[in-house]
């Protein structure tokens, strides 16, 4: 059974940092794209970033244009855990986060910018 657990989330001033954690259980990580997603209060479900499964040949990373060169999301297949490094935080970026595989998501996690 596919399970996602995120971790990481919390408060932050705007222009700080935080880093999502996704755990991953019930399949190997390293096959396939992890996508995360996130949801603004009052907003539909956006997506933010995706990581591409080592059996990709054209292995990449895609972000949201909001987001770019400010998250970084990377993956270690051994510990089948993703990552969502996140700079420059703004207000903007508030909201719930989570992780997707298909039609699994996990939990999600806080993340609320604020002075």
């Known amino acids: 059974q596919v399970e996602l657990v995120e971790h990481g989330g919390g408060l932050v001033q705007p222009g700080g940092s935080l880093r999502l954690s996704c755990a991953t259980s019930g399949f190997t990580l390293g096959r396939f794209p992890i996508a995360w997603f996130r949801q603004a209060p009052g907003k539909e479900r956006e997506g933010v970033a995706c990581t591409s499964s080592r059996e990709d040949r054209d292995s990449s990373t895609l972000y949201a244009d909001s987001v770019k060169g400010r998250f970084t999301v990377s993956r270690d297949n051994d510990k089948n855990t993703v990552f969502l490094q996140m700079n420059s935080l703004k207000s903007d970026d508030t909201g719930v986060y989570y992780c997707?595989?298909?039609?699994?998501w996990g939990q999600g996690t806080q993340v609320t910018v604020s002075p």
């Open positions: 997707n595989l298909g039609k699994a």
